[in-house]
């Protein structure tokens, strides 16, 4: 099931939303200066980078390590766990992505641009959640099982 925890919001200090920042700045401005030198196409494919992505897996992993060791437990395999499942769902949404781009592609030069937005976000927001559903079934990628206990004889 997909969350939307409002709490998060106040476990973020201002320094974590002020390095989301500074990566996105850095990711776009990256952009923009492969696009200067290799032309518009190449620097939209750095552009449709996830900029805050590592910013927020990191924060992810870090906030999950924090939880545990309040409890008196180590949070690292936790917080891999959280930052791994971000990923997951990072790569999903960015097929969902090629399927916005491809629409726009596709139907933009000869169709109602407004309409061709529209139809281009429902197939990113389909892509993206059908995706999530089907990783969610357990029918593709990798998934770790439950904990198994070696026993020592």
Do not use: Q
């Not at 499942?85 to 726009?104: E, K, P, Q």
């Amino acid at each position: 099931m997909i969350l939307v925890k409002l709490s998060a919001l106040k476990e973020t200090e201002p320094h974590e939303y002020l390095m989301r920042f500074l990566f996105g700045g850095a990711a776009t401005v990256l952009a923009g200066l492969i696009a200067d030198r290799f032309g518009p196409g190449i620097g939209g494919l750095f552009l449709a980078f996830p900029a805050i992505f590592p910013a927020s897996v990191t924060l992810i992993e870090s906030h999950e390590k924090e939880r545990k060791a309040k409890i008196g437990c180590d949070g690292t395999r936790r917080g891999r766990m959280a930052a791994s499942i971000d990923a997951a769902g990072t790569a999903l949404g960015c097929v969902g992505l090629f399927g916005f781009a491809f629409v726009l592609w596709r139907l933009l030069p000869e169709h109602n641009p407004w309409l061709v937005m529209i139809a281009a976000m429902i197939v990113w927001t389909g892509l993206s959640v059908a995706l999530w559903k089907l990783r969610r079934m357990r029918l593709f990628g990798r998934h770790p099982g439950p904990a198994r206990r070696h026993s020592s004889a």
